[in-house]
T-cell receptor, first 114, second 117 residues
Framework: DQQVKQNSPSLSVQEGRISILNCDYTNSMFDYFLWYKKYPAEGPTFLISISSIKDKNEDGRFTVFLNKSAKHLSLHIVPSQPGDSAVYFCAASAGTSGTYKYIFGTGTRLKVLA | DAGVTQSPTHLIKTRGQQVTLRCSPISGHKSVSWYQQVLGQGPQFIFQYYEKEERGRGNFPDRFSARQFPNYSSELNVNALLLGDSALYLC????????????????FGPGTRLTVL
């Protein structure tokens, strides 16, 4: 049972344009959501997070939007740069479980074209 | 500041052998989590430790075990290796607590690539 889904395996965007990566979840107990970026042969790098009490969080070029009623979150990257080319994972966590484990999606490969 | 470190970087074992992977968390972090990532998938949760106590276990067989030491470093052990255990093993550290706001953002190490032949 895939509780966190990233339905787009890949995305190509022109440099300077907006990249929008999407993530859907099924577990209504999730209360903390994160985005990670991963380059080959490296561990995931934390990008940005959002608590379920918010619907938007910004950090520089990165903005995460959370729509709890639709159980959907998205990551916007503006403007996109060639260095942003990587695999992006969304992750979710249910704090009430006491474990704080993260459930990851399968990732979206972003390619930013120069 | 040093990030999460893992050793070894790469490891090749044969079926039936045992392996120990090591992780040192970011200074000040008291929680360590272990994940397995196979090609084409997202990381899968294996264990989480906080203050040397197991706080959670994922859906992995008993061949997988872990522990956390007083200095908050951690080891992941896998016995009786199978071909399907070939994967990237990731360690992540966090401050530990949940709370509000959440303080458990996990920061990952570079991983250990395990190949089982």
């Amino acid at each position: 049972d895939q509780q966190v889904k990233q339905n787009s395996p890949s995305l190509s965007v022109q440099e300077g344009r907006i990249s929008i990566l999407n993530c859907d979840y099924t577990n209504s107990m999730f209360d903390y959501f994160l985005w990670y970026k991963k380059y080959p042969a490296e561990g995931p790098t934390f990008l940005i997070s959002i608590s379920s009490i918010k619907d938007k969080n910004e950090d520089g070029r990165f903005t995460v939007f959370l729509n709890k009623s639709a159980k959907h979150l998205s990551l916007h990257i503006v403007p996109s740069q060639p260095g942003d080319s990587a695999v992006y994972f969304c992750a979710a966590s249910a704090g009430t479980s006491g474990t704080y484990k993260y459930i990851f999606g399968t990732g979206t490969r972003l390619k930013v074209l120069a | 500041d040093a990030g999460v470190t893992q050793s070894p970087t790469h490891l090749i074992k044969t079926r039936g052998q045992q392996v120990t992977l090591r992780c040192s968390p970011i200074s000040g972090h008291k929680s360590v989590s272990w994940y397995q990532q196979v090609l084409g998938q997202g990381p899968q949760f294996i264990f989480q430790y906080y203050e040397k106590e197991e706080r959670g276990r994922g859906n992995f067989p008993d061949r997988f075990s872990a522990r956390q030491f007083p200095n908050y470093s951690s080891e992941l052990n896998v016995n009786a290796l199978l071909l399907g255990d070939s994967a990237l093993y990731l360690c992540a550290s966090s401050l530990g607590g949940g709370g509000a706001p959440r303080t458990d953002t996990q920061y990952f190490g570079p991983g250990t690539r395990l190949t089982v032949l």
